[in-house]
């Protein structure tokens, strides 16, 4: 096609974990050769001008993957904006069309963290078929995806969550366990199956009182539940990349899906 890649990233206000993302996914087209297409607009941009670039971008040949920086201010309709990427350049895998061919066990783009989570089940050979997993959390983004996902690898799946009654048990029971709940630490050793792997999709920010100063965490107590599971992710530096990752494979195979 005689160019590379693009990816377009939508950010919008000053959040510092936000341009934290974007600068990291802007090195990262850097490094593989995508060309990216980054826009910051101002906190108090309208939701139809925002509409109006991402149908620009719907246009452009140049590029493949068009993604909105969340969280947006809260005069802004996240829904709306997404709804409005052409689906076929949905680097996020959030649109209902991307999410109806997951349901269907179709190709089409992947929620960008479960499909990390799969690519490194996958690069650890991991075995899901036949395997019970337990998912905590059920959030578009994340829970709802990811068991669809072990569902297609023909795992047996539980959905559970902060509600559930007997969590403990139910997550006892895990082979494999997923943590999107978004509580800091909200998973001890004690809920863990002894041999389980365990990844952690949570990024929790949590204040040290006496210093200030704030850290991640994820949704899974780390050192206490190492000890217990075979395979554990960290927070930082686990899921975190590999949703990165998944969002320039996502930008890829949309570039791939344009060549003769």
Same mark, same amino acid.
């Given at each position: 096609?005689?160019? =590379? ?14 341009? /934290? ?14 060309? =990216? #297409?980054?826009? &910051? #607009?101002?906190?108090? %941009? ?6 109006a670039v991402i149908q620009e971008l719907n /246009? ?14 809260? &005069?802004?309709? =996240? ?12 680097? !996020? ?7 109806? &061919? +997951? ?10 963290? $479960? ?18 997993? @337990? %998912? ?24 559970? &969550? ?11 029971? /895990? !082979? ?9 630490? #909200?998973?001890? /050793? ?6 389980? @792997? @365990? ?9 040290? $009182? ?13 050192e206490a539940s190492e000890k217990v599971a =075979?395979?554990?992710?960290? %927070? ?11 969002? +320039?494979q996502n930008t890829f195979n949309s570039y ?5």
């Amino acid at each position: 096609m005689g160019r =590379s890649p693009g990816l377009a990233v939508l950010m919008v206000g000053d959040n510092p974990a936000s341009a /934290a993302y974007v600068r990291n996914k802007e090195r990262s087209c850097d490094r593989i050769g995508m060309t =990216s #297409f980054g826009k &910051h #607009f101002p906190a108090d %941009v309208t939701q139809r001008e925002l509409e109006a670039v991402i149908q620009e971008l719907n /246009a452009d040949d140049r590029v493949d993957g068009i993604l909105v920086q969340l969280p947006l201010p809260d &005069h802004l309709d =996240s829904v709306g904006l997404l709804l409005t990427i052409a689906p076929e350049k949905d680097a !996020d895998g959030l649109h209902p069309l991307n999410l109806g &061919h +997951l349901v269907r066990s179709e190709e089409g783009l992947r929620s960008c963290t $479960p499909y990390g989570v799969m690519a490194l089940l996958k690069e650890y050979d991991i075995p899901i078929q036949g395997k019970n997993a @337990v %998912v905590v959390g059920r959030s578009i983004l994340v829970g709802k995806p990811i068991a669809l996902m072990l569902l297609e690898e023909n795992a047996t799946v539980t959905i559970a &969550h902060s509600r559930t009654a007997d969590l403990a048990a139910v997550t006892r029971g /895990a !082979d494999i366990l997923v943590a999107a709940v978004g509580r800091s630490e #909200f998973i001890t /050793a004690d809920m863990i199956k002894p041999g389980a @792997v @365990v990844i952690d999709v949570g990024i929790n920010r949590v204040k040290n $009182p006496e210093t200030g100063k704030a850290r991640l965490v994820g949704d899974i107590a780390f050192e206490a539940s190492e000890k217990v599971a =075979s395979y554990i992710t960290p %927070v930082p530096g686990g899921i975190g990349p590999m949703t990165v990752a998944m969002l +320039l494979q996502n930008t890829f195979n949309s570039y791939k899906a344009k060549l003769p």
